[in-house]
């Protein structure tokens, strides 16, 4: 059975990056991994004076208006950089609170797709024939994190 996520208070809405789940990533607090991943896009660039304004945003959906602003200049390498940026937060999510990492685990080999029907990248866009980013980043944290507990319990 393939399990579809999208908004917070839907099902399974802990695993969108809208939910209210910190992460620490170089010292820095972020309040869900939308926030981190909004302010990636401008690391070096020369709008680099937004990342304050989002790291300070009240919401994650404030966050991502500042981040999709199109009148700002994203980092050059952002559409290289951007499903490892994603990679790195979305496992740090899962591995800094038990009870979603639970949820996750739970979830076995399910298929897991971000069923937005705006985003073809991240999700599976209005036909659900997109290509899934987030749902692949999900499960690969799963594996991962399988793994990780499987060799050594740090996480227990
Ligand atoms: N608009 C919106 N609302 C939500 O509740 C969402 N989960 C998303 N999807 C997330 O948006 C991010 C992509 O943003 P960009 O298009 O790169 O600015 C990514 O985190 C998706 O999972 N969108």
Redesign the pocket.
């Known amino acids: 059975m393939t399990i579809y996520f999208?908004?917070v208070w839907q099902p399974y809405g802990c695993f969108?990056?809208?939910s209210p789940h910190g992460i620490h990533i170089q010292s820095t607090y972020w309040p869900t991994v939308?926030h981190y991943?909004?302010a990636q896009k401008f690391v070096g660039s020369i709008d680099a004076a937004i990342i304050p304004l989002i790291h300070a945003a009240a919401t994650p959906e404030e966050a991502?208006a500042l981040?999709?602003c199109s009148t700002r200049q994203l980092r050059r390498d952002w559409d290289l950089v951007k499903t490892e940026i994603m990679r790195e937060a979305v496992l740090k999510k899962f591995i800094t609170h038990s009870d979603i990492r639970e949820v996750l685990l739970k979830t076995g080999d399910e298929i897991l797709v971000?069923n937005?029907p705006t985003?073809s990248f991240?999700?599976c866009g209005a036909n659900r024939a997109g290509l899934n980013h987030?749902g692949k980043t999900l499960m690969s944290v799963r594996e991962e994190i399988r793994n990780l507990l499987s060799l050594t319990g740090i996480y227990e």
């Open positions: 999208y908004k969108s990056n809208f939308e991943y909004q991502a981040g999709r971000e937005s985003d991240w999700g987030l």
